[in-house]
């Protein structure tokens, strides 16, 4: 602390700041935001908080359907029920940037760590590779709300999560998309 005393008084240094090292506290974020609480906790029709029965389609990157966390495969029966590669343009939503794959664990990881809803079932829907286009965006917004294309069915997602960022006004078709999809009613 003497160095620091020295440093202080000298005329050219405005301030000395103490760099402290942070931890990574993954095992106690869940009771943190209280989602612990929220697990223990029934809704209007007797089902537990904890994703139980909600779709989430994750529009990223993709999402790595082999990680054990997140259920280990893909397809009918698995957390990761569905969803399609806009970026490529296969029904293949691996995700080969690992950025959709951290959201979607954030979201619904069901092992050793426990996502805010661990069992929610998700969809991959990948709009991102070397950047994320708006076209590959909106194209996974849109079967995220109607995969089927046929609006009589209730076959969307539930809650549509986008972590992406960028620049877009609001008429921008991005953003269009965007509150045409929160007019279903969808989270």
Known sequence: TQEMEKLKNLPSVKKVHILRDKELHITESISLI?????????DNMNNGLNGEGVKVAVIDSGIDYTHEELGGCFGEGCK???????????????????????????IAANGQYQGVAPNATLYAYKACGNGCPDE????????????????????????VNISLGGFGGIDSPLSVAVNEAAQTGDL
């Open 136 to 159: 590959s965006v909106i194209a996974a917004i849109e079967a995220s709300i109607d995969p089927d294309g046929n609006p009589l069915t209730d076959d969307g997602a539930d809650i």
């Open 80 to 106: 990761v029920a569905g969803g399609y590669d806009y970026y490529n343009n296969d029904a293949d939503p691996m995700d080969d940037h690992g950025h959709g794959t951290h959201v979607a664990g954030i």
């Open 34 to 42: 209280g989602a612990d609480l929220a697990w223990q906790q029934k």
